[in-house]
């Protein structure tokens, strides 16, 4: 917000590449996990943008000269690697508007925040995408809308909860975020089933239990890969004619009525099914939810109700995705927890927003720019943002040395409500102006006065 | 806070045994950089702990059967990286509590937030540290209280001001930011200096400015190794044994008025000192800066004032530090851009507010727990803890099927104001049970009537 033209308009007019080369030379500041605050100031010149989109793709001619040791003056690569972004100014309130919501859903519903590090023994992961891996890296897919390599993602998990009431839980806190943002349910459902449902369809073909979460990871590929495709990776996991012939026709039911009459009413997982439903119910989202037996999720570990958030344009993939998880915390050698939880990307949503123009308005907003009228002045100016700043109030302190008409457009970019100007005559009497923005009405007024 | 042991409780009492690796094997649900809401219900028996404490060390006996393919029966090591850290439930409270100090204070002066992908190309770091990675890995350093190898950080910095009145701005932030937390001048000070000082020396004796961020990363170890050490680098670097002497006498220098006397009135140095200091007089910050020479910082990019912030009782390493660096742009090879700006990161203020017996109390809060007498209930449950959400109050919800004695031993855990009981007599007549937990004022009302 410290600018003539602030980062916004820099970014808006010459993304990606004056802005971008700038912020980029700033990530060499910084460690791995750091929020950045940032001013920038005019980049006067038509010349400056020029140099700056150099600084990007290497192409100038005319290097100054470096400060330092002379292997400073190598150019090197400034984008972010394929697949991540960085967040100017802009990108940045969206996120954390995004981010805020999350938490605030997460407090309502009385969950704690944790966290991790950046960094990890690779082994922690490899295990993770062992699938993957093994079988030619299935989720190491192009990026495609809404899907980065990196990306930010709100997670609520219940640990010790064995019940079906974490599931129904874990919905209701999603389905709360989605109308906190305006997103109803004619533009968002969920879909709901259950593992154990295939789970059984394996048991009544004798498929050794070592090939469920093969088979689980084959299916969840149904809309993405031809349906041969999907048969013959079913074969090959040794499932005979019969059984995937019966598993396909299960993963088309999309009612909890069909399922009871395809596997009858004693099985465990339509019992879970219908008491998420019924919950479902008190808690007011019936109509966010509906049964589709095809919904498995990727990842290997889930034993129990799954589910997945989707666009009902189904014009972007999966929202949000979650399910039980009762057996991880025995892989890693202990004795098992039940669990449940969700993960909920920061791409896809934006995208949905966007759509349905339900992107929030989020204007830089500060309620003071204070401007001296004389360099002589500058440390006046510092005392009265300082006086403002304890009484609580955001100040843009003007930095530069420029006239009253640069300090009036600067105050209209980020949204300021005052401009308090610090003049010698006005001083002398321990005064400075003060111009309200939205009126144009000025007056002077002592500075203890300043509120 | 969903627990008969809520998770401080696990993590006081455990860690970092049981709560630790319990929170290690959610980080294998989670992408690169993804807040994690969380509720633990108790791990009810020793014999729980003791599993969880095998899975960390690898030595359970028995393993339950993994639901899926072999390879997830393997054990793995699941304790953080060498250097790095979880953040359980309470830590992550402090580092909220924090962040959201430092964003309110980057608020105050009208900064805007911008981030970066945490995954780089490693170019861009190798030049960063050039320096160290020539030299035998100086700031690979042992890991030190508050100095860990993944930190978090704060930064502001500020683009295009070439003006000194930057980094007097950014300095006023820093000392709004302790005040703010209940940090005095008493207990923290700024030594503030400039590269431009040695600069000039090293140019007296016609040292080539080539070797000037060589000069400098030395003399950043002045405190930290032996000086005959310092000397032979020095001698090392090409500069005479007159320059060497001459250099460590001016960074010996405590004041501007001895800093005047030896090298004059005309440099440049003395200049933006002297308007550095008066600016902090106008800022009100004066007690909390002063001259000294031997500041350079370690990082090759300064080029002139410098500062860090130092606990006065000297136990601790640099709290934060920053400077002006107007040539870093240009070393992606673009044209100079002034710059300055600070890192700050949250281990060492951490430490420091230990000291002074400055730690918030940050218990976790709820407003409501709400509970029903009977399974049968947990619809109604559910529906009451949804309307009670919906204006806005707070809400744990216990998922269990557990007496009432439980829900008050919880409802005291998470320092819940009122616990919600519903009960099937009351439910009948569309009324719940409220129990205030500050009094003990116990009544029944309608679910419509509860605010």
Tied chains: 1, 2.
Excluded at 115 to 128: G, I, N, T
Excluded at 386 to 400: C, S
């Amino acid at each position: 917000m410290r600018a003539v033209i602030h980062p916004s308009f820099l970014i808006h007019y010459h993304y990606p590449s004056a802005a971008s080369a700038l912020l980029r030379s700033l990530r060499y500041r910084l460690p791995l996990a750091a929020p950045l605050f940032l001013k920038v100031k005019a980049l006067s010149t038509s010349a400056s943008y020029a140099e700056l989109d150099n600084a990007r793709t290497g192409r100038s001619a005319s290097l100054a000269s470096p400060p330092a040791s002379s292997d400073f003056t190598q150019k090197i690569d400034v984008n972010p690697p394929k697949g991540t972004r960085d967040f100017p100014p802009e990108e940045m309130r969206l996120r954390s508007w995004l981010f805020q919501n999350f938490r605030e859903v997460s407090q309502l519903f009385g969950f704690e925040e944790v966290d991790f590090p950046v960094l990890e023994s690779e082994a922690l992961f490899v295990r993770k995408a062992g699938e993957e891996i093994k079988d030619q890296c299935w989720r190491y897919e192009r990026m495609t809308r809404g899907r980065r390599r990196e990306h930010y993602q709100w997670n609520m998990d219940i640990i010790g909860v064995p019940n079906v009431t974490a599931e129904a839980e874990l919905i209701s806190s999603i389905v709360t975020f989605f109308k906190r943002i305006g997103i109803t349910a004619s533009d968002v459902g969920f879909k709901v089933s259950s593992r154990k449902v295939l789970q059984e369809v394996l048991r009544r073909y004798t498929v050794p239990e070592s090939l469920f979460s093969r088979v689980c990871v084959t299916i969840d590929k149904l809309e993405k890969i031809p349906m041969d495709d999907i048969k013959n990776e079913l074969r090959a996991a040794e499932l005979s004619e019969q059984a995937v012939e019966e598993l396909l026709q299960i993963l088309a039911v999309k009612s909890l009525e069909e399922l009871e009459e395809k596997l009858g009413s004693s099985v465990e997982a339509l019992a879970e099914l219908k008491q998420l439903f019924s919950l479902a119910e008190k808690y007011g989202y019936s109509e966010w939810i509906q049964f589709d037996a095809s919904i498995v999720r990727g990842l290997a570990y889930y034993t129990g109700i799954v589910f997945e958030g989707f666009d009902r344009e189904g014009k972007l993939r999966a929202i949000c995705g979650g399910g039980r998880y009762d057996r991880l915390l025995s892989t890693f050698g202990g004795e098992d927890v039940p669990a449940c939880g969700f993960g909920f990307g920061d791409a896809v949503i934006i995208e949905l927003l966007k759509e349905r123009g339900l992107l929030p308005e989020l204007s830089p907003k500060v309620q003071n720019v204070v401007c001296s009228l004389g360099q002589d002045l500058q440390g006046a100016a510092s005392l009265v943002a300082a006086r403002l700043r304890e009484k609580g109030q955001t100040v843009d302190l003007v930095l530069e040395n420029k006239p009253l008409k640069w300090a009036f457009k600067r105050a209209a970019r980020v949204n300021a409500q005052r401009l308090i100007i610090v003049g010698s005559s006005e001083w002398e009497k321990g005064m400075v102006g003060v111009k309200i923005l939205s009126s144009g009405e000025q007056y002077e007024i002592k500075v203890d006065e300043l509120e």
